[in-house]
């Protein structure tokens, strides 16, 4: 089968969140199932571009209302990645070091689809499926149904994967224009509560609807940020299918980044060593449980309560924990915790910026990973926790529901209901009692650590929807 992805991020291109890691570990697995995968990025100003072989396999020229921009399409020469990157090149729209948040995002997004369109439809090899992901891909759908210049592309089956419901691509009727001419009587599917809504487009018009997980698809009939009935609506062709994680490239035992390997016999050893690297770097103490925090600092993943919840946790323990936090987002958020690194000097600290070899050092280094999401649509943070070793502490919630079990129930984690200061202070303190009953404690780590989250087990379900009529 002939499968193309589209979508803004793809690991190591590319990286915001997770959207990057499913992006560049998925296609791998399908090439290995034996397909033939293609994965459409746009080019971003980014070291893996600066620091790798490119060869161009087309040039055209996107229009965009009245705007015209030249583009070339780019192929990673070495196909190491395990399957064909291309890269988008529109030099005034995507020759900037960040993925998201300029003011013409919209244009660079819509330009980007269409340009992806021209190529595919100028290379005469039609996939049989695109799988378009999030709402920066989420008008392709549309596009091949209704626009007449891809007509030649209409039989192709496209498949919406959302990783994250709350972000969804509003522009306004003005733009309209933007997209290649298509018969108006259609121009109903571009609506969604008197905007254009690149989200809803997509779920409206791709042959089936995805979600990063099961109980994601669940919440998102309930709440997503204005979408609930589009979901309820389309209901019978959507599926949550639990995301996967590349195992290769997240191996304690391999993992480059690390101070020490190790795997489920030897944990005890590897683990310490890498706290202790961790320790020394932030002046913590290693003999202390150590929790962390990896991601973006806003309240849906629950950013907003990591303040207080460290001052209340330290307090309450004696200063007997440490809390390390690696993330960027909200200012204010970032400020709160900056504030605290005088008060809890030794006990705490906070690394504001993105650093994917810390993140892989936090992974194995520390003892608990604490992720109080109001929202996960899937969360891949306590799968890689899970197989570093290191105890997930979650509130049940999206694919956090579907992943961690409280270890009262025999399961592999801690786990909380409400997104309030007082259940992570709570699930903080039942750490550090389960912390110091150390068979216990392994027993844990154990069986997070035999938890099999490969991709392989889950690309079929993919290839399923793909194949559905
Ligand atoms: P998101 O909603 O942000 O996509 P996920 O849990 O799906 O959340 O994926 C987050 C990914 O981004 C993980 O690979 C995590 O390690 C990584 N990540 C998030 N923030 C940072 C950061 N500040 N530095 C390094 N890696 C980060």
Redesign the pocket.
């Known amino acids: 089968m002939k499968i193309v992805h589209i979508s803004a991020e793809c690991?190591p291109m590319a990286?915001?969140?997770?959207?990057?890691?499913?992006v560049g570990a998925l296609p791998k697995y399908q090439k290995n199932a034996g397909n033939e995968v293609r994965v459409v990025v746009p080019c971003y100003d980014t070291k893996f571009k600066a620091e790798n072989v490119f060869e161009t396999v087309y040039a055209g020229n996107v229009v965009l209302g009245n705007f015209e921009f030249p583009f070339n399409v780019l192929k990673e020469a070495t196909d190491k990645l395990g399957y064909e990157l291309y890269l988008i090149e529109i030099k005034q729209l995507f020759d900037r070091p960040n993925v998201y948040g300029y003011e013409d995002d919209i244009e660079r997004f819509l330009s980007f689809q269409i340009a992806t369109l021209d190529w595919i439809l100028a290379e005469n090899t039609i996939p049989d499926v695109i799988n378009c992901h999030d709402h920066h891909a989420g008008l392709i759908p549309f596009m091949l149904q209704f626009c007449y210049k891809y007509e030649a592309l209409s039989g192709i089956r496209t498949v919406i994967t959302i990783?994250?419901g709350l972000y969804q691509g509003w522009f306004s009727h003005d733009k309209m224009h933007y997209i290649p001419e298509f018969d108006v009587r259609h121009a109903g599917f571009l609506e969604w509560d008197n905007a254009l809504n690149s989200l809803a487009v997509g779920i409206k018009c791709a042959d089936a609807v995805t979600t990063?997980s099961p109980s994601y698809l669940d919440e998102i009939n309930v709440s997503a940020n204005g979408l609930e009935s589009l979901f309820n609506k389309v209901r019978s062709k959507s599926k949550g299918i639990l995301?996967g994680i590349d195992i290769e490239l997240w191996n304690p035992s391999t993992d480059k980044m690390l101070e020490e390997h190790y795997d489920i016999d030897n944990f005890d050893f590897g683990k310490q060593k890498n706290k202790e690297k961790l320790c020394e770097r932030f002046d913590l103490d290693p003999a202390k449980p150590l929790f962390s925090f990896?991601?973006?600092l806003f309240d849906?993943?629950g950013g907003d309560l990591l303040p207080q919840a460290s001052v209340l946790s330290l307090s309450e323990n004696f200063e007997n924990i440490n809390i390390l936090i690696?993330?960027?987002g909200n200012p204010d958020i970032e400020e709160q915790l900056l504030q605290l690194r005088d008060d809890y000097k030794g006990n705490y600290n906070v690394?504001?910026?993105?650093?994917?070899?810390?993140?892989?050092l936090?992974?194995a280094g520390s003892d608990f990973i604490l992720?109080p999401?109001r929202v996960?649509?899937?969360?891949?943070?306590?799968?890689?926790a899970l197989r570093y070793g290191t105890v997930p502490i979650v509130r049940r919630t999206g694919?956090l529901r579907d992943t961690v079990i409280d270890f009262g129930d025999n399961g592999n984690g801690i786990c909380h209901d409400q997104s309030s200061v007082g259940d992570v202070c709570y699930s903080i303190n039942r750490a550090v009692k389960l912390y110091d009953e150390k068979d216990h404690f392994k027993e844990i780590i154990k069986r997070g650590m035999a938890t099999d989250h490969s991709w392989e087990s889950v690309c079929q379900e993919y290839i399923e929807i793909y194949n559905q009529n």
């Open positions: 690991y990286k915001v969140g997770g959207l990057a890691d499913v990783h994250n990063v995301n990896i991601g973006r849906e993943k690696l993330g960027s690394f504001i910026g993105y650093n994917e070899e810390l993140a892989h936090i992974y992720m999401s996960e649509p899937c969360g891949l943070n306590q799968m890689y694919g």
